[in-house]
Nanobody, 115 residues
């Protein structure tokens, strides 16, 4: 079907930046929306950002201005650019892809913001 693999997580100091990558393989032509979610310890998974096939992006209100999905020419990869990181951004970040029939998830990548 569709496989999603995230990379780019790690530890960064408050105020720093990090860029995550999500590579999609398989039946990627069926995907109309891709995005990023995150889950902190003890909390539910929440939407971070999403991009539709036409290029339209949507962001969580609390993250607007700091997190962006940069545009690229490759249609099998998306990024999440994270700037001005705060300790409360610490979470496992997951890539997702939506088709008309299924919802796909990557394995997640850990982001830790700490001094």
């Amino acid at each position: 079907q569709v496989q999603l693999v995230e990379s780019g997580g790690g530890r960064v100091q408050p105020g720093g930046s990090l860029r995550l990558s999500c590579v999609a393989s398989g039946r990627i032509w069926s995907i109309h929306t891709m995005g990023w979610y995150r889950q902190a310890p003890g909390k539910q998974r929440e939407l971070v950002a999403a991009i539709r096939s036409g290029g339209t992006t949507n962001y969580a209100d609390s993250l607007k201005g700091r997190f962006t999905i940069p545009r690229g020419t490759a249609n099998n990869i998306i990024y999440l650019q994270m700037n001005s990181l705060k300790p409360e951004d610490t979470a496992v970040y997951y890539c997702n892809g939506d088709s008309t029939a299924a919802h796909y998830w990557g394995q997640g990548t850990q982001v830790t913001v700490s001094s």
